[in-house]
């Protein structure tokens, strides 16, 4: 049975960082997709970032050069680092695993639990 689990969620200033935390754990395909998707209040979740297996990377335009995914396949664990933070990088961020191609997912077979970015102005 996978399970992800996420941490690192938070208050933070804007102009701030975070670094959110993914532990995994079960058997996930090794050619999926890892990723971490967000939504704000009242809003439709969106992609932030995805990794594939070869390390290849791909972000939202929203976050690019502020935000760094990375995954220690060691410890199977994903990881969000999160620079520069303005207030509409709140929501709810989520870990999930799937499909896709060039370090998109195309659909997501599992998803975390959620944790919270609030970023305040």
């Known amino acids: 049975q996978v399970q992800l689990v996420e941490s690192g969620g938070g208050s933070v200033q804007a102009g701030g960082s975070l670094r959110l935390s993914c532990a995994a754990s079960g058997y996930i395909d090794s050619r999926y997709i890892m990723g971490w998707f967000r939504q704000a209040p009242e809003k439709v979740r969106e992609g932030v970032a995805g990794?594939?297996?070869?390390?290849?990377?791909s972000y939202a335009s929203s976050v690019k050069g502020r935000f760094t995914i990375s995954k220690d396949n060691a410890k199977n664990i994903l990881y969000l680092q999160m620079n520069s933070l303005k207030p509409e990088d709140t929501g709810e961020y989520f870990c999930a695993a799937g499909p896709g191609d060039s370090a998109e997912l195309w659909g997501v077979e599992y998803w975390g639990q959620g944790t919270q970015v609030t970023v305040s102005s």
């Open positions: 990794i594939a297996n070869d390390g290849s990377t």
